[in-house]
């Protein structure tokens, strides 16, 4: 079966931390910004840029390109963790065009909890930022909360395996899975889905969990929650919610095999917008090469084989 658009995969690169509990979040972070600048992973199409930067020690605005003060090579002490007045790292990514817009993304370990960074999206440019403050912009949003949990090296760093599938568009899903445990713990994605609405102003479905719970970080019920756990911007730049559904209820049947074909069910996820937990706002089109298997591992991805 044809893709609907060009992808490329990088799959099981490991890293071994061998200093810090922090040395695994460090790793982390540097893998998802080096595999979309192409500094890691063997990617070439769909590249994001960086946009500006600080690694604690210097910061710089946007300068066309930006300064990566993160490195072309990993380096453990670029990565400062600590909260906002306080000197910490962090770094502004800017898109392809995608979905008609380029789209920025903000990823700092900006919380003194070393397992824990943050994701933040925008269509306005980051601007600003210091050595103790992120840069900001008037309509970001963050992905998934503050400071949110990346890994759970709380005794001892753990091995880990950073994934990515990446379009020529820009479009990615960036995923880790730590030693010991069978599925992907940490996820984070930006998609464009197809058939947004010409009037949607923000088409665009992020996402970022993580869990060591089984089925993993594509877990069906965070893929379907329009909560606070998914925020997004809505058509016109409101603060709202995103969640995916299929088949018109939140991840359609359960795993039965279908009575007619005795097969696997693999349904199209469509996102949907909304302004509060109850309430659907907008359709934003689907995810592209993109499947549910409900009652499994949730796992929106496309498929490498």
Known sequence: MAYERTWAFSFDNLYSPTTTTADQTNR???DLKAMLCGQYGGFTQG??????????VTAGNADGPGVDRWGSTYDTTKFVHAGAGVAHSWIVLKSPT???YVFYMLIAPDSATTTTASIALAKTPF?????TANPTSADSW?????????????????IHRSNMCLSSTG?????TVQAGIGWATFAAA?????????LDAYPLWAYRNYTVSQPGCFDKGQLASGTTSQPTRLAYGQAGYVGIVSMGTAQGPTAALDLLTGKQYALTPWVMASVSATTIWHARGRLPDTYILPGHSSTPVPASG
């Open 142 to 158: 963050l992905v998934s909360g503050i400071a949110s949990a990346w890994n759970g090296a709380t005794v001892a760093p753990l």
């Open 98 to 100: 995608m979905g008609g």
């Open 47 to 56: 590249l994001w840029t960086v946009y500006s930067s600080c690694d604690g």
């Open 127 to 131: 601007a600003g930022g210091t050595t």
């Open 171 to 175: 479009d990615f899903y960036y995923f």
């Open 190 to 198: 930006v998609v464009v889905p197809v058939g947004c609405h010409a």
């Open 28 to 30: 982390q972070l540097w």
